[in-house]
């Protein structure tokens, strides 16, 4: 079974801290109420301040319903003003996957 990876990868201004922790919980509480959203990964490097987002939907209907939510265009539009100095989001079908762990 395919699904869609959003990659969402940028670059914060070293400001408006408190305000962006407030928006990045809220919307990552809110993607998870999205019908077809599957998981998230994300990590920042604090030095650079680059960092990735990868939002995993079961299908494009997904992924659209989730970039029409008023909150999150609201975010969007935020990020472009005060949280970012430069980001880039990548749509990616995931056609195969497989995974390993070390035996206890």
Same mark, same amino acid.
């Given at each position: +079974? %395919?699904?869609?990876? @959003?990659?969402?990868? %940028? &670059?914060?201004?070293?400001? !408006?801290?408190? =305000?962006?922790? &407030?928006? %990045?919980?809220? +919307?990552?509480? +809110?993607?998870?109420?999205?019908?077809?959203?599957? #998981?998230? !990964? %994300?990590?920042?490097?604090? *030095?650079?301040?680059?960092? @990735? &987002?990868?939002?995993?939907? *079961? #299908?494009? *209907?997904? @992924?659209?319903?989730? /970039? =029409?939510?008023?909150?999150? $265009? =609201?975010? $969007? $539009?935020?990020?472009? =003003?005060?949280?970012?100095?430069?980001?880039? @989001?990548?749509?990616? /079908?995931?056609?195969?996957?497989? !995974?390993?762990?070390?035996? #206890?």
């Amino acid at each position: +079974m %395919s699904y869609i990876a @959003v990659i969402f990868t %940028s &670059t914060r201004w070293d400001s !408006d801290h408190e =305000e962006y922790a &407030t928006w %990045s919980h809220l +919307m990552s509480e +809110m993607v998870r109420e999205i019908p077809g959203f599957l #998981n998230s !990964d %994300s990590f920042r490097d604090p *030095e650079t301040r680059e960092g @990735v &987002t990868i939002a995993y939907f *079961e #299908n494009e *209907e997904a @992924v659209k319903t989730w /970039r =029409e939510v008023s909150e999150h $265009q =609201e975010a $969007q $539009q935020l990020g472009r =003003e005060k949280f970012y100095g430069e980001y880039r @989001v990548r749509i990616a /079908r995931v056609e195969r996957e497989y !995974d390993w762990k070390r035996p #206890n």
